[in-house]
Structures are given as structure tokens and as C-alpha cells.
């Protein structure tokens, strides 16, 4: 990690552009959300929501 600077009240470090290009494209295949069941539902599993979403 790089060494922390104190900016004013805020802490901050310096992240090389290759380095961030590296962790984006790491995440590109992500996908983040929320699944909102109806009351009452039963909740799936993990490997239930990815065989629901794979095709």
C-alpha cells in the first residue's frame, strides 16, 4: 500500500493509473444488486440465484 497523506481533515493515497486499470478490470464481470422478494417468499440460495440467472 502506498503511504497515506494528510489532506486538511482527510487522509488520502496515491493510486497508479496501471494499478486502478488492473482492479477495474477485475470487476468488469460483476454485477451488484438487490433482489426484492414478494412477502412470504422464500429466499433462494446462492447457488439457486446464479442457476436462475445464468441463461
Do not use: S
Not at 493510486?15 to 470487476?27: D, G, K, N, P, S
Not at 444488486?33 to 446464479?50: E, F, H, M, S, Y
Amino acid at each position: 500500500m502506498p503511504q497515506p497523506v494528510v489532506k486538511g481533515d482527510m487522509i488520502a493515497f496515491e493510486i497508479l493509473e496501471e494499478e486502478y486499470q488492473v482492479r477495474v478490470a477485475t470487476c468488469k464481470l460483476n454485477l451488484h444488486g438487490r433482489i426484492i422478494w414478494p412477502k412470504g417468499a422464500t429466499p433462494l440460495n446462492v447457488g439457486d440465484v446464479k442457476a436462475k440467472l445464468a441463461p
